[in-house]
C-alpha cells in the first residue's frame, strides 16, 4: 500500500524508479543538496521517499494522511515493519533550518524566564548561566566530565585535557553540578550505580525524598533519551517545569487529541536533534498508540532509549480500573535489554516481588533498594470525623483552612463532581482565599493558572 497510495503533484508514489530532472531539482531542494552528485544512502529512490516525507510535515502526520485516504483502520504487519524502519530525519533538517535561521523555539520555552527566540535558540544559550565562560549546567557538566562530544552549544570548544572518572566519580560530580549537593544521602549512590550498571533497580523512597534526583543522574550519565512513565499529567507537569528550572532540556507527550500535531511534531523534531533528555509519557501513550512503540524501537536499535517507572506501585493498586497499568510488561517483551528503575514511595517487600513478576522482569537482574529511613517528622496526620449535615462541614473545613491561612492546601474529593460542588459552595464563603479547582476535564491553560496563582 505504501508504494502507491501517496502522490507528489505529479502523481509519482512514495517509491519511484523515475529519474527525470523535476525530481532532482525537487529532492535536492527539499533535502538541501548542493551538489546532484551527491550519494545519499546511494539510492534515488530513498531521497526521493524523504523528499516527499519532509513535504508533508514530518512522518507521523504523513503515515496518518496515508492511512485515511486508503481507507483501513490500521496498517498492516508488513507496513509496519516498514514504518518502524523508518528515522526522524524530516524533523531533524526542519529543526537545524530554523536554528540556523535564529528562529527555532523550544517546546519548553514559555517555561524559561524572559526567553528570546533570537538570542537563545541554541539548547545551551537557552538556560540560565553557571559558569564564567556563559555554559550552563549540563554542558559544564560535560566537560568536566569530559563528554565534548554531547556540549548543547556546538559552537563551544574545549580546552585542556580529558578526565577519566569512573562511575562513583561522574555520578558525584553529575549530583554537584545540577544540584549542588557535595554528599548523597544513604542508598542514593547504590541505587544510581545499580541502575546504571544494568539492573531492573526499585528503588522506595520516603515522599519528599528526591525521587527526581535518580533518574536525572542516570539520564545525565546515559547516552540517548529516558521515557519517564507517569500516572497524572499533572504530575507530569511538574516535574518538567522543575527540570527545566535545573537546566534539563525535556518535554512530555500525551495523546494527539489532548496536544495536537504541531506541539507534537516540535517535540520530535528536539528528539531527533539529540536535545532533549528525558521525555515525560502518558500509560496510555505508551502502551496504546503503535506508531510511539514504532518510535522507541527506533531508539532501543541504536542503544539510546531508557525507562523509568514513576509511582511504580500503581502497577498493583490501579490496575484494575486503569488498563495501561496491567499492560507495562510490553516494555520488557518489546525491549528486554533495557533497564527498568521503578521509583515508589509506598511498597513492601511483598509488593516489590509482585511488581517484578508482573512487568516480566528476571528476579537474576533485579535488585530492591530502601531508604534508609521513612520517618518523617514535619508531617503530623490528625483525623476529624465528617459530620453528615453539608453546612456544618462546609464550616468545618473553612475552619480548618482559616487555621492554616499561611499554607496551599489540597482538597481531595473521591469524584469530579465532588470537587465542582465544593468549589462552588467555599468560594463564596472564602472571598480573601485564591480557589481553584483541578480534575482530568480541565484544560491545560486553566491547571497552569491554577498552580502559579
Given at each position: 500500500m505504501l508504494l502507491t497510495?501517496?502522490?507528489?503533484?505529479?502523481?509519482?508514489?512514495?517509491?519511484?524508479?523515475?529519474?527525470?530532472?523535476?525530481?532532482?531539482?525537487?529532492?535536492?531542494?527539499?533535502?538541501?543538496?548542493?551538489?546532484?552528485?551527491?550519494?545519499?544512502?546511494?539510492?534515488?529512490?530513498?531521497?526521493?521517499?524523504?523528499?516527499i516525507i519532509d513535504n508533508n510535515e514530518g512522518l507521523n502526520w504523513m503515515m496518518e494522511d496515508i492511512r485515511e485516504a486508503a481507507k483501513v483502520n490500521k496498517f498492516s504487519v508488513n507496513d509496519q515493519y516498514n514504518i518502524s524502519k523508518l528515522e526522524l530525519i524530516p524533523y531533524k533538517y526542519k529543526a537545524e533550518e530554523r536554528i540556523r535561521t535564529n528562529s527555532f523555539y523550544p517546546s519548553f520555552a514559555k517555561l524559561i524566564t524572559d526567553f528570546d527566540v533570537i538570542i537563545k535558540y541554541q539548547?545551551?544559550?537557552?538556560?540560565?548561566?553557571?559558569?564564567?565562560?556563559?555554559?550552563?549546567?549540563?554542558?559544564?557538566?560535560?566537560?568536566?566530565?569530559?563528554?565534548?562530544?554531547?556540549?548543547?552549544?556546538?559552537?563551544?570548544?574545549?580546552?585542556?585535557?580529558?578526565?577519566?572518572?569512573?562511575?562513583?566519580?561522574?555520578?558525584?560530580?553529575?549530583?554537584?553540578?545540577?544540584?549542588?549537593?557535595?554528599?548523597?544521602?544513604?542508598?542514593?549512590?547504590?541505587?544510581?550505580?545499580?541502575?546504571?550498571?544494568?539492573?531492573?533497580?526499585?528503588?522506595?523512597?520516603?515522599?519528599?525524598?528526591?525521587?527526581?534526583?535518580?533518574?536525572?543522574?542516570?539520564?545525565?550519565?546515559?547516552?540517548?533519551?529516558?521515557?519517564?512513565?507517569?500516572?497524572?499529567?499533572?504530575?507530569?507537569?511538574?516535574?518538567?517545569?522543575?527540570?527545566?528550572?535545573?537546566?534539563?532540556?525535556?518535554?512530555?507527550?500525551?495523546?494527539?487529541?489532548?496536544?495536537?500535531?504541531?506541539e507534537q511534531e516540535k517535540i520530535f523534531e528536539e528528539i531527533a536533534l539529540g536535545f532533549t533528555k528525558i521525555l515525560f509519557v502518558t500509560l496510555e501513550k505508551l502502551c496504546l498508540n503503535k506508531e510511539f512503540q514504532n518510535f522507541i524501537s527506533n531508539m532501543y536499535d541504536k542503544a539510546k532509549v531508557h525507562f523509568v517507572i514513576d509511582e511504580a506501585h500503581c502497577i498493583l493498586s490501579y490496575?484494575?480500573?486503569?488498563?495501561?497499568?496491567k499492560n507495562l510488561g510490553l516494555l520488557k517483551k518489546n525491549w528486554p535489554t533495557v533497564p527498568i528503575m521503578l521509583l515508589t514511595t509506598t511498597c513492601t517487600y511483598k509488593?516489590?516481588?509482585d511488581i517484578h513478576t508482573s512487568l516480566g522482569i528476571q528476579s537474576k537482574n533485579f535488585a530492591m533498594i530502601w531508604d534508609s529511613s521513612f520517618e518523617r517528622k514535619e508531617i503530623t496526620i490528625e483525623i476529624y470525623k465528617r459530620r453528615d449535615n453539608c453546612e456544618i462541614f462546609s464550616n468545618d473545613l473553612i475552619d480548618l483552612i482559616k487555621k492554616h491561612k499561611r499554607s496551599r492546601i489540597i482538597i481531595y474529593c473521591a469524584?469530579?463532581?465532588?470537587?465542582?460542588?465544593?468549589?462552588?459552595?467555599?468560594?463564596?464563603?472564602?472571598?480573601?482565599?485564591?480557589?481553584?479547582?483541578?480534575?482530568?476535564?480541565?484544560?491545560?491553560?486553566q491547571w497552569q493558572i491554577i498552580i502559579s496563582d
Open positions: 497510495i501517496f502522490k507528489l503533484p505529479i502523481q509519482q508514489s512514495l517509491v519511484t524508479h523515475h529519474r527525470i530532472a523535476y525530481n532532482e531539482a525537487f529532492n535536492r531542494k527539499i533535502l538541501r543538496f548542493v551538489d546532484k552528485r551527491i550519494a545519499f544512502w546511494a539510492s534515488y529512490k530513498a531521497r526521493h521517499a524523504l523528499a539548547g545551551c544559550s537557552a538556560f540560565q548561566k553557571k559558569t564564567v565562560s556563559g555554559l550552563c549546567s549540563l554542558c559544564s557538566l560535560y566537560i568536566s566530565a569530559s563528554w565534548w562530544d554531547r556540549l548543547l552549544n556546538k559552537n563551544y570548544t574545549p580546552s585542556g585535557e580529558k578526565n577519566i572518572l569512573d562511575l562513583k566519580e561522574l555520578i558525584k560530580l553529575a549530583v554537584k553540578k545540577i544540584f549542588g549537593y557535595d554528599h548523597l544521602r544513604e542508598g542514593q549512590l547504590e541505587a544510581i550505580e545499580t541502575y546504571l550498571n544494568g539492573k531492573d533497580t526499585l528503588v522506595s523512597i520516603k515522599t519528599g525524598g528526591g525521587k527526581m534526583l535518580y533518574y536525572v543522574i542516570c539520564t545525565l550519565i546515559f547516552e540517548g533519551i529516558t521515557i519517564v512513565v507517569s500516572s497524572l499529567k499533572a504530575l507530569m507537569e511538574d516535574q518538567k517545569q522543575e527540570l527545566i528550572q535545573l537546566g534539563i532540556p525535556c518535554v512530555s507527550i500525551y495523546a494527539n487529541t489532548i496536544q495536537g500535531r504541531s490496575g484494575n480500573f486503569r488498563e495501561s497499568w509488593d516489590a516481588q469524584t469530579q463532581s465532588g470537587c465542582d460542588d465544593l468549589f462552588v459552595t467555599l468560594q463564596p464563603l472564602l472571598p480573601e482565599k485564591s480557589l481553584g479547582v483541578y480534575h482530568g476535564e480541565i484544560g491545560d491553560e
